[in-house]
C-alpha cells in the first residue's frame, strides 16, 4: 500500500506533578520541605528518515501520545522526564497544523526534525516553595498538560526529474530502463497507481561516472479533467510539483488513432489548471515508441508546427535514450548546487537502419536492446 497524505493527533506527555513533602528524621523533628519537582513530559517529534518511501506505516494509528513525566518524589528527588516520541517519515513530507492550516516544516533531507507537541512541565514540590517568611510550605504545583493538535503529514516525493504523460505513453517503461527502478508496465490504462522513483547513473563505457546521480519520478498517467480529480493523475500531480525539470512522454503513434500533438495539448493544459507554477517549469518534449511506423514522421511534425525541440525515444531498441539522458544532464547542471559534468552527447543514429538488431516496428513486448554505455541505475 502507498500512502501519501495522512492526519493524526499528537499530544505532548504532560508534567509530573511536583510532590508535597517534609524531611522525617530521628534527630531533626521539624525537618524542612523537600518534596521534588516533577519531570517534564516528552516531545512528539516528526524526523525525516531513510528508511521510508512513504506513510502507510501511520496509517493506522490515530492518536499519538508522549510519555509522561514522573512525578517528583520526598527527599527532593525530581521526577523522571518523559521519553520523547519520534515519528519516522520518508524525506520529503511537508507537516502542516490541520487547523490552523500553515506549514510546521518541509522536512527535505534526512535527520531534519520537528517537535510537533511539546511536553508539559513537570510541576514544582514544596522544596521549591522555601524561603525565608515561608519554611514550611504547603504549595506544590501541577505539572502542566502536554502541547495537543491535528497534524496533517503530506508527502511530495523529493525528485530532480518528472515525468508526465497520458496512460499508456511509456513513462514506467522509461524509468525502467535508466534505472534500477522495477515498476509495472502494462498496455492498459492507468498501470501505475502511485509513484516511483528512480536514481539515474550515467557511466561512460571506461565506468567513469559523468554526472552526480540524479532522481527521477514516475506518476501514474494524467488524462483530460485531471486537474479537477479526473483518473488518478491530481492527486499525484503534487509529487513533480518539487521537480526542477519535466519530461513530457507522449506516444509518437497512439494505439487508440489520437492525434499526439492534441495529446500534448491536452496536458499542457491540465497542468496550467493544476498550477500556473508548475506549467512554467521547463520541460522536455519527447515522443516515445519511435520503434513504431509512422513515429518519425510524426515527430518531425510536432517539432514544425510547435517550433521547438522535439526528441524521440525507443524503450525497447533504446534509440534516443543516451540523448535524452544528456538533455537532463546538461538541463540540471545549470542549476546552482548541482556540479555535475554534461557527458559529450552519444551520436544520433543517422537512419532507422542503424539501430541495433532487433529493433523493428511495433516491437512492444520484445526483450530491450541493451543501451551500450549506459548503466547503474538504482
Ligand atoms: N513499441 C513500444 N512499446 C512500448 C515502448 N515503451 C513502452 N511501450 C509499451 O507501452 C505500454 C505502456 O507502457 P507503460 O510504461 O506502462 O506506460 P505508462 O506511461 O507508465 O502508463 P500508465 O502507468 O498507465 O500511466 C506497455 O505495453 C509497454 O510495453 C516503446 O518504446 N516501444
Ligand atoms: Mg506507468
Redesign the pocket.
Known sequence: MFVDRVTIFVSGGSGGDGCLSFRREKYAPRGGPNGGDGGNGGNVVVRASEGYTNLAHLSHQRHWRAERGEHGEGSDRIGRGGEDLVIDVPPGTLILDRDRGHVLRDLKAPGDQVIVARGGRGGHGNAYFKSATNRAPHQVEKGSAGEQRWIVLELKVIADVGLI?L???????LLSRISRAHPE???Y????KYPNLGTVVWAEPSGRQAHPPFVVA?I??LIEGAHAGHGLGHEFLRHVERTSLLVH?VEAVPLDDSDPLQNYRTIRNELAQYSPALAERPELLVL??M??TGAEPARRRIERELDREVLGI???TGQGIPQLIHRIVAWLRERPGWGGEVPAAPPLPARHNDLPQGAGA????AAPVPIAGWGTGV
Open positions: 504523460g496512460p499508456n505513453a511509456g513513462k514506467s517503461t508496465i502494462a498496455d490504462p492507468f498501470t501505475t514516475d501514474p498517467g512522454l516515445t515508441k520503434d513504431v525507443s524503450a525497447v511495433g516491437a512492444a513486448g
